[in-house]
């Protein structure tokens, strides 16, 4: 199974950006994906999440800028990103499968290499 981020990059505050995840998961479209993030000296933390059914759940810090999105038929799960921040600035990973079926804890099967968003004020 691979995951593949991409669309990370430089961007000023206020600004957006849209992050994609290449999922090679036979069974992606009954799978909860994921969006995680982790800053330089902090623990990876959840951002979105996304179930099978298509329900979602955010992290407070970023709803009503982020959404998450899946196209199954294609085996994606988006990340559109606005009115970003400093404070967004992390590496992002997409994840595919929670191990308890909690889509908010970083306890996934899978993880993809990360992409890095960097958010200047």
């Known amino acids: 199974v691979q995951l593949q981020a991409s669309g990370g990059g430089l961007v000023q505050a206020g600004g957006s950006l849209r992050l994609s995840c290449a999922a090679s998961?036979?069974?992606?479209?009954?799978?909860?994906m994921g969006w995680f993030r982790q800053a330089p000296g902090k623990e990876r933390e959840f951002v979105a999440g996304?179930?099978?059914?298509?329900?979602?759940d955010y992290a407070d810090s970023v709803k009503g800028r982020f959404t998450i999105a899946r196209d199954n038929a294609k085996k994606m799960v988006y990340l559109q990103m606005n009115s970003l921040k400093p404070e967004d600035t992390a590496v992002y990973y997409c994840a595919a499968e929670p191990t308890v079926g909690v889509i908010t804890t970083a306890k996934y099967n899978y993880w993809g290499q990360g992409t890095q968003v960097t958010v200047s004020s």
């Open positions: 996304i179930r099978w059914s298509g329900t979602t």
């Open positions: 998961l036979r069974t992606f479209s009954v799978v909860a």
